[in-house]
């Protein structure tokens, strides 16, 4: 059984980016992770099948995405993953998604694909959530990365989802399989990953081996010390332990093999776009300085946040964009009206943060005066 209350604070970034803006009332029925009324599954499942109810299949997708996270561990969940694929199948029609299998190893690799063409062939974009999340929650952007010039394909970390390769050591090779896969309606000569947390992990081990990968954008990807820092792994949250045991079948101890070589980090000739979040309760400060040390083409975007840096969502969406473009070396109106609006995102973010420190401080001095009373 998960912590409920750790569920609740570790799954804000992923709701945030599934744009649900009443996670805080949902979540607030909900006391216990087993099953019906005031379950985690429960509650969300609720939440989507009256969402289906009114013919809002995208919505109600999101809302059984959270019901399985982190992963699925029995029937409840499980029943909301095939709930949250049945709904964005139902959404997809007459949307430019399309299905894409790809075979590793002997092993099935489901995607979701946009702006392929075998007439027109544009720079391929792999799209990968990290160890919590689907393909699905990133496929409705597809169309939109499409239109920015790219053919966009979304998949997911190895054991996550459709993707039934095994994650270990050979794992970042699937990578290449999508690739090959897409050759004849992509150019895949200039591929470029954006890769949440462990999926940037990946997508940089990957890189070191097939030159095709010419740029990698990730937030809060674990590098060196996350694999080989007992004591920092000592204090990793338990979700984050209970879903690598669950996706990798090994122990954090059995992992210590994955850190990035320094030498092979700093081999690389790709710039390499990084969120990173001060206080990241996930990932530990010494990966933020093997960053600095080893990367030469580093583009750098930090925050004082927690791990994804929920407070900065759509900064970090347009961040991410922007630098995906500039590493093809984009610089017309795309750039200029992403970049327009990425510093709008940023300025709220600020005044945002400013108006938290100032209600914190009042209700600091509010509570100094009651206990002085």
């Given at each position: 059984?998960?912590?409920?209350?750790?569920?609740?604070?570790?799954?804000?970034?992923?709701?945030?980016?599934?744009?649900?803006?009443?996670?805080?009332?949902?979540?607030?029925?909900?006391?216990?992770?087993?099953?019906?009324?005031?379950?985690?599954?429960?509650?969300?499942?609720?939440?989507?099948?009256?969402?289906?109810?009114?013919?809002?299949?995208?919505?109600?997708?999101?809302?059984?995405?959270?019901?399985?996270?982190?992963?699925?561990?029995?029937?409840?969940?499980?029943?909301?993953?095939?709930?949250?694929?049945?709904?964005?199948?139902?959404?997809?029609?007459?949307?430019?998604?399309?299905?894409?299998?790809?075979?590793?190893?002997?092993?099935?690799?489901?995607?979701?694909?946009?702006?392929?063409?075998?007439?027109?062939?544009?720079?391929?974009?792999?799209?990968?959530?990290?160890?919590?999340?689907?393909?699905?929650?990133?496929?409705?952007?597809?169309?939109?990365?499409?239109?920015?010039?790219?053919?966009?394909?979304?998949?997911?970390?190895?054991?996550?989802?459709?993707?039934?390769?095994?994650?270990?050591?050979?794992?970042?090779?699937?990578?290449?399989?999508?690739?090959?896969?897409?050759?004849?309606?992509?150019?895949?000569?200039?591929?470029?990953?954006?890769?949440?947390?462990?999926?940037?992990?990946?997508?940089?081990?990957?890189?070191?081996?097939?030159?095709?990968?010419?740029?990698?954008?990730?937030?809060?990807?674990?590098?060196?010390?996350f694999f080989t820092d007992t004591v920092w792994r000592k204090e990793l949250p338990q979700v984050t332990v209970d879903?690598?045991?669950?996706?990798?079948?090994?122990?954090?101890?059995?992992?210590?093999?994955?850190?990035?070589?320094?030498?092979?980090?700093?081999?690389?000739?790709?710039?390499?776009?990084?969120?990173?979040?001060?206080?990241?309760?996930?990932?530990?400060?010494?990966?933020?300085?093997?960053?600095?040390?080893?990367?030469?083409?580093?583009?750098?975007?930090?925050?004082?946040?927690?791990?994804?840096?929920?407070?900065?969502?759509?900064?970090?969406?347009?961040?991410?964009?922007?630098?995906?473009?500039?590493?093809?070396?984009?610089?017309?109106?795309?750039?200029?009206?992403?970049g327009l609006m990425y510093q709008a995102a940023r300025i709220r973010s600020l005044l945002s943060a400013r108006r938290?420190?100032?209600?914190?401080?009042?209700?600091?001095?509010?509570?100094?005066?009651?206990?002085?009373?």
């Amino acid at each position: 059984m998960n912590s409920v209350e750790e569920l609740k604070q570790y799954a804000e970034v992923h709701a945030r980016g599934l744009e649900i803006p009443d996670y805080a009332r949902l979540v607030g029925r909900i006391h216990s992770d087993g099953r019906g009324p005031g379950s985690w599954a429960g509650e969300w499942c609720l939440e989507g099948d009256r969402l289906a109810g009114r013919g809002r299949p995208l919505e109600a997708g999101r809302r059984y995405l959270m019901a399985r996270f982190p992963f699925v561990d029995g029937p409840a969940r499980q029943e909301a993953y095939e709930k949250s694929l049945a709904m964005f199948e139902n959404w997809r029609e007459g949307q430019d998604v399309h299905r894409l299998d790809v075979e590793y190893r002997g092993r099935r690799v489901g995607c979701w694909t946009s702006g392929l063409s075998a007439t027109r062939r544009k720079p391929l974009l792999i799209v990968m959530g990290g160890h919590l999340t689907l393909k699905e929650q990133w496929a409705p952007a597809l169309p939109v990365f499409a239109r920015l010039g790219m053919a966009a394909v979304a998949t997911e970390l190895p054991q996550v989802g459709e993707n039934t390769v095994p994650y270990d050591g050979d794992s970042p090779g699937f990578l290449s399989a999508v690739l090959d896969a897409v050759a004849d309606r992509a150019d895949v000569a200039r591929a470029y990953a954006l890769a949440m947390s462990f999926s940037g992990h990946l997508a940089l081990r990957c890189a070191m081996d097939d030159s095709r990968i010419r740029g990698v954008a990730t937030v809060g990807a674990p590098l060196g010390e996350f694999f080989t820092d007992t004591v920092w792994r000592k204090e990793l949250p338990q979700v984050t332990v209970d879903t690598l045991a669950h996706l990798t079948g090994a122990g954090m101890d059995e992992l210590a093999d994955w850190a990035l070589p320094a030498d092979r980090l700093a081999a690389l000739d790709i710039p390499v776009a990084y969120v990173a979040s001060l206080r990241d309760e996930v990932i530990p400060p010494g990966d933020l300085t093997v960053l600095r040390r080893q990367v030469r083409n580093l583009h750098l975007l930090v925050h004082d946040d927690v791990h994804g840096s929920p407070a900065h969502g759509d900064e970090n969406k347009l961040w991410l964009a922007l630098s995906l473009l500039r590493m093809q070396g984009v610089r017309d109106g795309r750039t200029l009206y992403l970049g327009l609006m990425y510093q709008a995102a940023r300025i709220r973010s600020l005044l945002s943060a400013r108006r938290r420190s100032r209600s914190l401080g009042l209700a600091g001095r509010a509570g100094a005066t009651g206990a002085g009373v």
